[in-house]
């Protein structure tokens, strides 16, 4: 039998894009915040090299600053406008007149990505030619934090609602786990283009989750369960828990 991983690399064409600003409200500048001699999106762009999926990687910004270090890191960068709202508008832009048959959207804010993460999510987008989108989740046994985006599905995995809030309500019963947003997005061109071309939705705005606004105007949205655990450096406890991490950390090796 011939491989399935061999039979993408010869006939489909994938594209890791990191979107990346350093003017994040939360945690300034953090894109180019030190974890273990390298900036945080360094890191990132790193373990997104090591996928066996992806056949490029780029960073897309607007700032000099982060387009130097991934530079000077042996990265390749892509600068864009800096008046995106959300990373998906971003990598929309960088993408656009690229030969691709899966964009994939690797936020440049979880340095301890996991890179086995992006070749299971790129097999499973190619098993399911009709979802737009795939978001890949974990689960969570606390979801209170609304710094987490909370994921359901149907019996199919096709995505009902995302959420900050706790979903599903535990009203009469409260489930074993919870599903969390994994920061991997797995998009069809087509499918990031119409995203990019729609105005912000309304529950996108009532919730800040970008990928609302996909929901509610139709596209196909779908999940894949994951091993692990990832989470993205938001406030300066995430960034002092990576720093931590990152030190015991089995990838950090092969970098």
């Known amino acids: 039998m011939v491989d399935g991983q061999l039979l993408k690399k010869v006939f489909m064409h994938v594209v890791g894009l990191i979107p990346s600003r350093l003017n994040s409200e939360r945690l300034p500048s953090k894109a180019l915040l030190n974890i273990d001699g390298l900036p945080l999106v360094v890191h990132t762009m790193k373990r997104a090299q090591l996928s066996k999926s992806l056949d490029d990687v780029y960073v897309c910004t607007d700032s000099e600053k982060i387009g130097e270090a991934v530079i000077e890191h042996g990265g390749k960068?892509?600068?864009?406008?800096?008046?995106?709202?959300?990373?998906?508008?971003r990598i929309a832009e960088a993408s656009k007149g690229m030969k691709a048959d899966l964009i994939v959207d690797i936020q440049g804010d979880e340095p301890l990505i996991d890179p086995a993460h992006i070749d299971i999510i790129v097999k499973k987008h190619f098993?399911?030619?009709?979802?737009?989108?795939?978001?890949?989740?974990?689960?969570?046994?606390?979801?209170?934090?609304?710094h987490i985006v909370k994921?359901?599905?149907?019996?199919?995995?096709?995505?009902?609602?995302?959420?900050?809030?706790?979903?599903?309500?535990?009203?009469?019963?409260?489930?074993?786990?919870?599903?969390?947003?994994?920061?991997?997005?797995?998009?069809?061109?087509?499918?990031?283009?119409?995203?990019?071309s729609l105005p912000p939705s309304s529950l996108e705005l009532a919730e800040g989750i970008e990928l609302l606004r996909a929901l509610e105007n139709g596209l196909i949205l779908g999940t894949v369960i994951l091993d692990g655990s990832s989470f993205s450096v938001d406030i300066e406890e995430d960034y002092i828990k990576a720093k931590e991490q990152m030190l015991k950390d089995e990838i950090r090796k092969k970098y």
């Open 77 to 89: 960068c892509i600068m864009t406008s800096s008046g995106h709202i959300n990373g998906t508008e």
């Open 127 to 146: 098993e399911q030619p009709e979802w737009g989108i795939l978001i890949p989740s974990l689960p969570v046994v606390k979801p209170e934090s609304p």
């Open 151 to 196: 994921v359901i599905h149907d019996a199919n995995f096709k995505i009902i609602y995302l959420s900050r809030g706790v979903v599903p309500q535990p009203f009469r019963l409260r489930p074993n786990y919870y599903l969390k947003h994994l920061s991997i997005i797995s998009f069809r061109p087509e499918a990031l283009q119409k995203f990019a």
